[in-house]
């Protein structure tokens, strides 16, 4: 059992590139999220899909995009890369509406935009 | 909204030291409340998590949490530390039903010294 797969783990990119973070859940999980993680802010909230066809801006949405690609799926975009995305990312999933489980977190992508 | 504080940023302790991180809430109604680990390297951890039973929650590797409603806390706990618990810990909270979006607290560091 997988749970929550993230890729790349590991990415440097050039200000002004673009690139699309991967995220796959094999629980049946209706809802997922993607946030990122920067020193001394801990998790905040980029976008997140409550369900599938369905998605909304979290607390810092500005310089991404997603894409709820199937119930299993939710990508992540930066279309023009800038320094300050410098971050980890993570995506996780959990069952709507059922409270019972919490979130069950991917491992993580460490972006670097140089 | 509602929102997280964890007051201890850095915690710094000798093994077999006794820990208490603390967590508070803002938030008028009913809520969930959770504590993550994350182990250096890695992705976030479920530790324990509250949903309305006893306040007294006991989660994995001898943490526990207590929720007391009318301090809006939820502290975690564990009586003796062990080098392996050097981590980052969150507190999260979500309102009960609805959407099922919670929020994380900044993170407290937790150092322990063999």
């Known amino acids: 059992n997988a749970g929550v797969t993230q890729t790349p783990k590991f990415q440097v990119l050039k200000t002004g590139q673009s690139m699309t973070l991967q995220c796959a859940q094999d629980?049946?999980?209706?809802?997922m999220y993607w946030y990122r993680q920067d020193p001394g802010m801990g998790l905040r909230l980029i976008y997140y899909?409550?369900?599938?066809?369905?998605?909304d801006k979290g607390e810092v949405p500005n310089g991404y995009n997603v894409s709820r690609l199937n119930k299993r799926e939710f990508s992540l975009r930066l279309e023009s890369a800038a320094p300050s995305q410098t971050s980890v990312y993570f995506c996780?999933?959990?069952?709507?509406?059922?409270?019972?489980?919490?979130?069950?977190f991917g491992s993580g992508t460490r972006l670097t935009v140089v | 909204a509602q929102s997280v504080s964890q007051h201890n940023h850095h915690v710094i302790l000798s093994e077999a030291a006794s820990l208490e991180l603390g967590c508070n809430y803002s938030?008028?109604?009913?809520?969930?409340l959770f504590w993550y680990v994350q182990y250096p390297g890695q992705h976030l951890q479920l530790l324990l998590k509250?949903?309305?039973?006893?306040?007294l929650v006991k989660g994995i590797k001898g943490f526990e949490a207590e929720f007391i409603k009318s301090k809006f806390s939820f502290n975690l706990r564990k009586p003796s530390v062990q080098w392996s618990d050097t981590a980052e810990y969150f507190c999260?909270?979500?309102?009960?039903?609805?959407?099922?979006?919670?929020?994380f607290g900044r993170g407290t560091s937790l150092i322990v010294h063999p």
């Open positions: 899909s409550a369900s599938e066809g369905t998605t």
């Open positions: 999260a909270v979500n309102p009960s039903g609805g959407s099922y979006i919670p929020t």
């Open positions: 629980m049946n999980h209706n809802s």
């Open positions: 509250y949903f309305s039973e006893d306040p």
């Open positions: 938030y008028g109604g009913t809520v969930n």
């Open positions: 996780a999933s959990t069952r709507r509406r059922q409270g019972g489980s919490g979130y069950t």
